[in-house]
């Protein structure tokens, strides 16, 4: 599974061609085509019997070769993308940090987990979100002044 995410992660951010992602890996299309409908297959079945393990796996190791090809996504970067969905500007906010609304998807169970299993964290998560909020609220608060003028004035 590890494998599988790592390489559905190479391919998704289209660091190098398929090709030689592919190649690097030892696979032809053909046989990552066949790996990748196994591993659908696998999850989709577990999801339907309500079941999260493979799914969470495949999330992780998903992750975990993203951010090996950028900075980590920090704490920060979670609430401030909380705060944007909050007030439904998630969509410029993924375009900032450059993050794809597919990854953002498995960010936010990725980091569910993990606050799940931290309570520190998760204190930690709670003022942030409260640090973010105010900082977005003292930003919008300086804009509005500018989009009230007229044009040319």
Do not use: C
């Amino acid at each position: 599974m590890e494998r599988y995410a790592t390489i559905a992660a190479q391919l998704s951010e289209r660091r190098a061609s398929r090709a030689d992602v592919l190649g690097a890996h030892g696979l032809s299309e053909a046989r990552f085509a066949e790996v990748e409908r196994r591993w659908t297959a696998a999850m989709d079945d577990e999801d339907r019997r309500g079941g999260h393990a493979l799914r969470d796996a495949y999330d992780a190791a998903y992750v975990k070769e993203w951010e090996s090809h950028r900075r980590p996504f920090e704490l920060a970067d979670y609430a401030r993308l909380t705060v944007a969905a909050e007030r439904g500007h998630l969509a410029a906010a993924l375009d900032s940090l450059g993050i794809r609304r597919t990854l953002w998807v498995r960010l936010k169970r990725v980091w569910a987990r993990r606050l799940a299993e931290n309570r520190s964290l998760a204190s930690g998560l709670q003022r942030e979100l409260a640090r973010q909020r105010e900082l977005r609220s003292t930003d919008a608060h300086r804009e509005a002044p500018n989009r009230m003028r007229a044009p040319g004035s």
